[in-house]
């Protein structure tokens, strides 16, 4: 069964930090694009970050670069969000995702975009950052 369970979502005040987490299961690390995006309320889809294993590359957004880190644990079925120096304007649900390989390659510009575009995704976590 194909499953992508988000976790680690919090309130925090600005500039503090929190890590997201997704268990994926049914998805191939090889074989998969896997990544975040995220929404806030009465705003579009913003791709997050993207990693892939067949790869060997990570990609962000330009709104979280050098701030946030994505990484894996493949032996844990683990894919992890690192969010640092908060702001309130990343207050969105984030949703961990998981896409094709031949239809998303992650090093490409614009490729986090993708992830929301097609495939797979879980039902989200809420961050909300707030003073």
């Known amino acids: 069964e194909e499953l992508l369970v988000e976790s680690g979502g919090g309130s925090v005040q600005p500039g503090e930090s929190l890590t997201l987490s997704c268990l994926v299961a049914?998805?191939?690390?090889?074989?998969?694009?896997i990544g975040w995006f995220r929404q806030a309320p009465g705003k579009d889809r913003e791709g997050v970050s993207c990693f892939s294993a067949s790869e060997s590359s990570t990609n962000y957004g330009d709104s979280v670069k050098g701030r946030f880190t994505i990484s894996s644990d493949e032996s844990k079925r683990m894919v992890y969000l690192e969010m640092n120096s908060l702001q309130p304007e990343d207050t969105a649900v984030y949703h961990c995702a998981a896409r094709s390989r031949w239809n998303l390659r992650c090093s490409n510009s614009g490729a986090v975009d993708g992830l929301f575009r097609g495939g797979y995704w879980g039902e989200g976590v809420q961050v909300t950052v707030d003073v």
């Open positions: 049914g998805f191939s690390f090889k074989e998969y694009v």
